[in-house]
């Protein structure tokens, strides 16, 4: 079964500073992806970064980067230069395919979210 | 702009009373999902739907119905045999099956027993 770890209780970080949100997962599947979601009080979920397990290289997208250690089973968001409304939850997922009658699917399976608060 | 809008905002239910919640997209997207978040926890996967008139269970599908007769819409009805509805209810959509395509979700609906 897929599982996803998030562990740390509420982040703080001055503003301009980086953080790092740690995520750990667990997967027999060699085949698959690891995403990032920001979600702000007002509830959507915002998209960020993606992995997927065959990457050689981290991602990154723009201040965001992804500190992926396979072996470690770990994929860590790094924000870098924090702003106020970096403010939010933040929830780390990975997808994974599962076969259905009619073919094949991806699923995401969600940690349950480390809040960040952006301090001025 | 294209995208996912999800209504109502805030939804009321009675007791013994079946509720739908309308999801709909202009992505093109042929994969639509929905998710259940409940305070302080991360998202869970109700129903999913890779194309038209074709969905499957999730994880949590009990006391709850779909169907997806458009690729635009994908409704959710959160029927009476669903003893606690109360939560924030994510409808998502993705291009296809590929694991490496990113969800994009909608605003979500708050759902409350009256």
């Known amino acids: 079964a897929q599982k996803i770890t998030q562990t740390q209780p509420g982040m703080f970080v001055q503003e301009k500073e980086a953080v790092t949100l740690d995520c750990t997962y667990d997967t027999s599947d060699p085949s698959y992806g690891l995403f990032w979601y920001k979600q702000p009080s007002s509830g959507e979920m915002i998209f960020l970064i993606y992995q997927g397990s065959y990457d050689q290289q981290n991602a990154t997208e723009g201040r965001y980067s992804l500190n992926f250690q396979k072996a470690r089973k770990s994929a860590n968001l790094v924000i870098s230069a924090s702003q106020l409304g970096d403010s939010a939850m933040y929830f780390c997922a990975m997808s994974h395919r599962v076969r259905i009658i009619t073919g094949a699917n991806s699923k995401l399976t969600f940690g349950k979210g480390i809040t960040l608060s952006v301090r001025p | ?114």
Request: aromatic share 12%.
């Open chain 2, 1 to 114: 702009d294209g995208g996912i809008t999800q209504s109502p905002k805030y939804l009321f239910r009675k007791e013994g009373q079946n509720v739908t919640l309308s999801c709909e997209q202009n992505l093109n997207h042929d994969a639509m999902y929905w998710y259940r978040q409940d305070p302080g926890q991360g998202l869970r996967l109700i129903y999913y739907s890779q194309i038209v008139n074709d969905f499957q269970k999730g994880d949590i599908a009990e006391g709850y119905s779909v169907s997806r007769e458009k690729k635009e819409s994908f409704p959710l009805t959160v029927t009476s045999a669903q003893k606690n509805p109360t939560a924030f209810y994510l409808c998502a959509s993705s291009i296809g099956q590929n694991s490496n395509q990113p969800q994009h979700f909608g605003d979500g609906t708050r759902l409350s027993i009256l």
